[in-house]
Structure formats: C-alpha cells, structure tokens
C-alpha cells in the first residue's frame, strides 16, 4: 500500500472553489463531479481533494473556459499559452536568460504584474510586482504564478530547485500548513513582497529540454508545476514519509526522531520552524492516505480505518470528521 503515490498531499477545497469561481453554478457541480469530486464538498470549508482529482478538474476547467489559469486572472490565458511560452525559453542558453523572458511573455498578455527576475549578492530572486495601474491579483493568482515560475524553471534545467524562502504579503491563513507541500522550502508571511528566493548559481544552468520533451510536460500539467514531490528534503516531507512507511503502526515522535538521526529537540525544532508539529504531520498523513483510497477503490471502510493506524472504525469515523468536515462515506466515488 505504501508507494510514494498513496501519501500525496490532498488538496484543500479552497484552492478547488478558487478555480472554479470563473464557472456558473451549474457549471461547478458538473465538472466537480466529473472530476471525481462529489458536488457537496464545494460547500465544505474543510474538505480535501486528491492531487489527481485536482488535476482532472484543472485540465476539464481550461478546455471548458478556454483559459490555462481558469478564471484566475483579469484575462484569460487562452489555451496553448504555456506551450508558447515554454517555445520562446527552449533555446535560451541558460536559466537566467530564461526567466527574463518568461517575465516579457507574460508582460505581454497580463496586466495583474510584472515578473521580474535578478540576482541579489549570491541568491536569484524572482518577484511579482503590483502594476498599479491593473488589476489586482488575488493570493491564489500570485501563489500559482510563482508555482508556475518554479515548475518551469526546474523543468528546463532537469532538477528540482530547493527555495531558501518563499514571500508572500498575505496574512498567514488558516491552512498555512498546505504551504509545505506547494513549496520547496520555507514559506514566509505578512512580507513586502511575493517572491521566491533560490541560490543564484542555478541562474548559470544551462537549459537542457528540447522541443521534444514539450509534449509530456505539457501532458501532465498541472501535476508538475503545482505539487512538490516528497524526495524534497524539508524536515516535515522526511517525517511525513516515515510516518506512511509505518503505517498502520503509529511510531512516536522519538522513533521518528531516531530514524532521521535527530534529538526529538532538534526535530521539534526543526518542525516548528517549518511552521508545523509531529502530530499534525501524523494527522495530515492519515487523513490524505484515508482520503485516497476512499475516493480510489472500494476497500471497506473498515479496512481504510485500520490502514491508517485505527482499530476501532467509531474513533476513525470521528477523526476523519474532524480533519474534513464530512464523514468517510462522503468521500466515496462520485458517480
């Protein structure tokens, strides 16, 4: 049961509605449903999604509205834009040169901002700057952006790159533990800018994809541009793997701190300063693996309760409430 895809991070419903603001009603509950995604969720606050039926709506909604950012910004990003972007950085002949023409691509077609890319002492900086005179882009319009930048840029260089900070000027949310498996590195609110900041010896990469590696980027958008793999080495995706790795057994913190060569002190530490605890990774694993195979197999509702580290399905009835807002059966299918 436990491959890398069955511990995933679900994704809240938030970032689902966002997307699907730019529909009709009618419009939402049906491609909801298409995707996987029983209608009633739209209207839980805590509900969760899985990557794929994410990614299923994502690519339903840009072919139904003509648009590769559905309703997200003041314009629509017409279908083939991210393929034309990706030709005009192809032949660049190295990162650096590469995003500033990323940034004049979308100076181009967008009034929301202006991406600009430069290098500060040894870090590379990346940034959205308001365009006063535009639109105003909303949290989630500037958060996708910079996923968007990351994705592309790791993508043509052929390796991930690890962010020493992400800024963002938005009040710390809610879910702001969502954040650790959107971004490659530490996420920082309530700055003055909406930024990425990465060593800025990855500018001086060559760029190595080709015109024929397009095809399958494109194919699997947006699943590798908007969600981290848990290879990164933050301190939380390391004891997210190990905690799914156990289950159904349920290791301590201080199993979990032995295994990764820490002192439970310097785990906690570690974990705090990522912005979460042991315990709400625990909580996060099972409820994403819960979630998973609720919504991709027939499996008892029993059998998910004792996979996840519950003996008594009454206790996982009520945990899985808790953690979604809506009960196991909620999340069965959608026809």
Excluded at 85 to 107: I, M, N, T
Excluded at 294 to 311: C, H, K, N
Aim: charged share 25%; aromatic share 8%.
């Amino acid at each position: 049961m436990n491959d890398v895809n069955d511990f995933s991070a679900t994704v809240p419903i938030s970032v689902v509605n966002g997307f699907l603001s730019g529909a009709d009603p009618a419009a939402m509950a049906r491609l909801a449903e298409c995707s996987g995604i029983a209608s009633e969720l739209l209207a839980e606050p805590a509900a969760r999604v899985t990557q794929e039926q994410f990614s299923t709506l994502y690519r339903l909604l840009a072919k139904e509205l003509d648009d590769e950012m559905p309703g997200i910004f003041s314009r629509p990003l017409r279908n083939g834009t991210l393929k034309y972007l990706c030709l005009s950085l192809l032949d660049a002949p190295r990162l650096e040169v590469a995003l500033r023409r990323f940034g004049q691509f979308f100076h181009l077609i967008l009034d929301d901002f202006r991406m600009q890319s430069r290098r500060e002492d040894s870090s590379g900086i990346v940034e959205l700057a308001d365009n006063a005179a535009g639109p105003a882009a909303s949290m989630l319009g500037r958060e996708l952006m910079l996923k968007l930048v990351h994705g592309v840029a790791s993508w043509l260089i052929r390796q991930r790159i690890p962010l020493l900070a992400v800024e963002l000027p938005d009040t710390r949310p809610a879910l702001a533990t969502d954040h650790l498996y959107l971004f490659p590195g530490p996420v920082h609110f309530d700055r003055p800018h909406t930024r990425l900041v990465f060593d800025a010896a990855y500018l001086d990469l060559p760029v190595r994809q080709r015109k024929p590696d397009l095809e399958k980027f494109l194919a699997r958008a947006p699943e590798d541009w908007i969600f981290v793999s848990f290879a990164e080495e933050m301190t939380c995706h390391r004891v997210r793997q190990h905690v799914a790795d156990c289950l159904p057994a349920s290791p301590t913190i201080d199993e979990v701190a032995q295994a990764l060569h820490h002192s439970v002190r310097t785990l906690c530490r570690r974990l705090s300063a990522e912005g979460t605890t042991f315990q709400a990774i625990k909580d996060e694993v099972r409820r994403d693996i819960a979630i998973r195979r609720l919504t991709r197999s027939e499996d008892p509702i029993a059998a998910i309760a004792f996979d996840v580290g519950f003996d008594n399905p009454t206790a996982f009835h009520r945990a899985f409430r808790h953690w979604t807002g809506s009960t196991p059966n909620a999340y069965r299918r959608a026809p």
